[in-house]
């Protein structure tokens, strides 16, 4: 029972002396689990995370606070449960009783375990991954027990870090915490709360409804008691007020890009609205209108929040649009009339219900969601401004064909039974009829004064790098509306950086890089330039920095046979043409770069292009923010091949250049998947990333350690090192993962985590890497060798330490290799790496359907450890000399 689980928390605390809740005050439970982080500044200041479970709030005191950095590993030691009602506690604890000091309700929300295990099960094993809905917090987090507390003794350490997704940052994940130094309960801060002001009652809200409450948490004292005693002397009753649990904004689901719809039963199809993705929220009749992001723009659109203010409580997932003169959704048109302030006759396009009254129905299947959201909108009377949006189940590609003739921007095919998952998923996929993309804008050129056309570019990085001109999609009101806003962003010099950036010409005008427009194209050029680009309007819901590249997307071909469920089919072209791969043009698209892949056919440049395109996402994540050095063949494997990187003169734009310190030239480096078809452009038959953390080369992020046999070692040997390589690692507290090398040996790879404020060196690195070799090979020395020299290799395996040196690199996961039958360096499960693993099954036509049905490497960013303490386990403190 709960009470049993707080005799811990009430032994700390004289509740005589404290205003802190006993856990006596009996809660009303709820269908969905709350969360708090309370700011709390007692000996030191720290925050308190509190996770609802079982009928209190599982604690761990952050030391430094959350960050939205999922590099940042905060230190978060677990201490009591404490009770539910301890989640509306704000106020002051008295010096000299446990924790004294001041709280404030810094967030608040609901949070939602990992698909995999219970709860319970991830707080036993020490893994435990959650999502919040807060005020402040959103996405994906983790505790992690630190291992030394795996055994749960006396200390509890955990570490609580942010996952990659749509709400985590790069850099400065703290400064959330900067950003937001009041309550979300009273709007006060912790000096306020200390000395006791600003105590008036002010509405907020708990759990979806606003009520009115007092700021403080207060069983005894203060203006609640005080209220409470008042109208028992009065003979009132107070105000009872029976809550809806409807939170304040749901992250959206989101879409993958597709070149076309997926094939198979089971899916349903939409129309693609080209306007504003916008979150609906109705609670008592008080309607909030909010973007993909969270913004709330209900003021902008006064009508749609007008006519959705007689539905029922409900969170609804739509888009809003305008509609042209032939009943299309228009992106131009609603810009318009945004712009001049007439949103009379804007439409709310409505395809999901996330919530109908307080019922959560997230996990029901799409197909029953979208029947409860179109009978919701029947009984609410049906206003035109708020429309139900159909759906069509037959073949994907017929929808597509017919919403491209009608010109419209494409269809969103979603999975029938899926359930509503925040964030990119492959249940919703969305196909084209013309590439869209989002661009800022560098400057704009005009001819005789008048203006003709705007130069266009993306951030990658901290770099602003050029992608063309878009000379079309002008109307003389899109310009009448347009110039103001260039002219008041006219700069002296050109934001462009990188290679290919223009020139200034007489008439060509430099500008800030703030507005973002969206563009529709053709695809891009091999050097990483839109192609036949048209201007479609600005955007503002989205800041310049947040613009990123998205794949484009060609029309989908009524003659194209369905491809494999593994594999992207090759459209039609007449011979000698260049073949599109990712929107990029691929020349000589037929020449044969591997005799074969065991398989008897050859493998040609474009085979490359599509390879790297099927297996692309997941590659992306294990090079991105690393230089990259890449073996070409422009004549095939058996010709001469090319070791490059650095920057070459004509190189693609769609490639990313850094700096390394000791060396003037750049080097290469792919930070987005459209570089991959780059690569392939100029026949990359390998890709050697350095093991550096992204984004910094002077540190290490990961140790590859290459098991190389000799002629005559059995492989089953190798994999038996593998494994044997695993446990040591293991034991010095690192988590581990193998990948075969597209030859003859295995790589087993772990993942660092960083210390930011003292990061390791690579000599530290390198040193650990040599002395764990070392102590193998003193314990085997029969099998087992750390020295190069070949002529000492017969029947021993050389563990090859030496990759984890600054400037080395080891081939990437996924990538070919220039070798006979195009074999690929393929990640593995643990399982899989056993007597009878035949590396030479993995080749550039098998591996995209293996990697579909593998789940190899997939808690990767999970099994970063610190690599301080392992050293110290393995009892060296300093380098190998």
């Known amino acids: ?154 200390r509890t350490n955990w570490l609580l870090i942010k996952h990659h997704d749509e709400f985590s940052v790069e850099e400065d994940g703290a400064e959330i915490l900067e950003e937001n130094a009041t309550s ?18 002010r509405p907020f809200m708990v759990e979806g409804r606003t009520i009115e409450a007092d700021a403080v948490w207060d069983s005894n004292h203060g203006l609640a ?189 979603k999975k029938a039974n899926a359930l509503y998952q ?53 109307g003389v009101k899109k310009v009448e509306t347009l110039l103001p806003k260039l002219k008041a962003l006219e700069a002296t010099k050109s934001p462009f950086t990188g290679i290919g950036a223009p020139k200034k010409e007489p008439e060509v005008v430099w500008l800030k890089p703030e507005l973002v427009a969206e563009i529709e194209f053709a695809g891009w050029t091999t050097d990483g330039l839109v192609r036949q680009a048209a201007f479609k309007g600005l955007r503002e819901d989205k800041p310049a920095k947040e613009v990123e590249a998205e794949r484009p997307a060609p029309p989908a071909e009524a003659d194209v046979p369905e491809p494999a469920p593994h594999a992207k089919a090759k459209p039609a072209r007449r011979k000698g043409a260049k073949a599109d791969v ?37 590659m992306i994540e294990h090079i991105r923010g690393r230089p990259c050095s890449i073996i070409r063949a422009p004549d095939g494997i058996a010709g001469e ?15 990313d250049l850094v700096k390394v310190f000791g060396d003037k030239k750049p080097y290469l480096q792919i930070d987005r998947i459209e570089g991959l078809a780059a690569v392939a452009q100029v026949a990359a038959v390998e890709l050697h990333p350095w093991n550096c953390e992204p984004g910094q080369p002077e540190v290490p992020g990961r140790l590859v350690f290459d098991l190389d046999p000799g002629p005559d070692v059995p492989f089953s040997t190798v994999v038996a090192t593998a494994r044997e390589m695993r446990d040591r690692l293991d034991e010095l507290g690192l988590i581990s993962f193998c990948k075969t090398t597209g030859g003859k040996g295995l790589h087993v790879v772990t993942p660092l985590s960083v210390n930011k404020r003292k990061p390791l060196s690579w000599a530290e690195a390198k040193g650990f890497a040599h002395d764990v070799c070392q102590q193998m090979a003193r314990d085997n020395p029969d099998l087992y060798l750390i020295k190069m020299t070949k002529s000492l290799r017969g029947g021993r395996i050389f563990l090859d330490y030496l990759r984890n040196d600054r400037m080395s690199t080891a081939v990437a996961p996924l990538s070919p290799r220039a070798r006979a039958g195009a074999t690929v360096s393929m990640p593995l499960t643990w399982a899989q790496v056993k007597s009878d693993l035949d590396p030479k099954r993995f080749t550039i036509r098998t ?6 049905k593998s789940s190899a490497w997939k808690d990767y960013c999970d099994g970063e450890r610190p690599l301080e303490q392992a050293i110290k386990r393995l009892g060296k403190s300093r380098p190998a000399a």
Request: glycine share 10%; aromatic share 8%; with cysteine.
């Open 225 to 413: 008691a005080e209220k409470r005693r008042s109208e028992a002397r009065s003979g009132k009753k107070a105000n009872t007020v029976t809550p809806v649990h409807i939170p304040d904004f749901i992250a959206p689901q989101l879409c993958e890009t597709q070149q076309r719809p997926p094939p198979g039963s089971g899916w349903i199809h939409e129309i693609k609205f080209d306007g504003y993705r916008i979150q609906m929220r109705v609670l008592d009749g008080d309607v909030t209108l909010k973007t993909r992001k969270g913004l709330d723009w209900t003021g902008k659109y006064p009508e749609i929040a007008e006519a959705a203010s007689t539905l029922p409580d409900c969170i609804i997932d739509g888009e809003i649009c305008a509609l042209d003169d032939h009943g299309a959704p228009d992106f131009a048109c609603l810009q318009a009339a945004l712009s001049e302030g007439k949103t009379g006759s804007l439409v709310y396009f409505a395809f999901d219900l996330l919530y109908d009254g307080s019922e959560n129905l997230r996990s029901r299947p799409l197909i029953e969601r979208k029947a409860r959201l179109q009978e919701l909108l029947i009984k609410a009377g049906g206003d035109l401004r708020i429309r139900f949006v159909e759906h069509y189940e037959t073949g994907g590609d017929a929808v597509l064909r017919s919403a491209c003739k009608l010109s419209l921007e494409g269809i969103i095919s």
């Open 582 to 618: 990712m929107g990029v043009l691929i020349s000589n698209p037929d020449k044969p770069l591997w005799p074969d892949a065991n398989d008897d056919k050859p493998v040609s440049k474009e085979d490359l292009g599509r390879y790297y395109e099927a297996v692309g996402s997941w």
């Open 847 to 852: 591996v995209p359907a293996l990697l579909a």
């Open 184 to 201: 979300v309960a009273s709007g006060r801060t912790m000096e306020m709360i200390a000395a006791g002001k600003g105590r008036k009652p």
């Open 1 to 154: 029972m709960a009470s049993d689980k707080l005799s811990t928390y009430r032994s700390k605390r004289d509740f005589q002396k404290t205003a802190e809740p006993s856990g006596k005050r009996p809660i009303k439970k709820t269908n969905r689990r709350r969360f708090v982080i309370q700011k709390h500044d007692a000996t030191r200041l720290h925050y308190d995370l509190r996770l609802e479970l079982d009928g209190v709030f599982k604690s761990w005191a952050v030391t430094k606070g959350p960050s939205l950095d999922p590099h940042d590993k905060r230190l978060a030691v677990e201490v009591e449960d404490h009770p539910l009602d301890y989640g509306d506690f704000e106020g002051t604890i008295p010096k000299g009783q446990y924790g004294g000091g001041t709280v404030m309700l810094w967030d608040r929300g609901y949070w939602e375990p990992g698909a995999r295990k219970s709860p319970e099960q991830a707080l036993v094993k020490g893994d435990f991954k959650f999502t919040l809905e807060g005020k402040r917090l959103h996405g994906s987090f983790v505790l992690v027990r630190m291992r030394n507390d795996r055994d749960r003794g006396k």
């Open 422 to 474: 925040s964030g990119r998923t492959d249940t919703w996929a969305k196909s084209k009829c013309r590439a869209g993309h989002e661009v800022v804008i560098g400057a704009y050129a005009k001819t005789n004064g008048k203006f003709r056309s705007l130069l266009a570019g993306v951030y990658r990085g901290d770099r602003f790098v050029y992608v063309g001109r878009v000379g079309t999609g002008y």
């Open 641 to 655: 091949q090319f070791f490059q990187r650095h920057a070459m003169p004509g190189q693609s734009n769609l490639l």
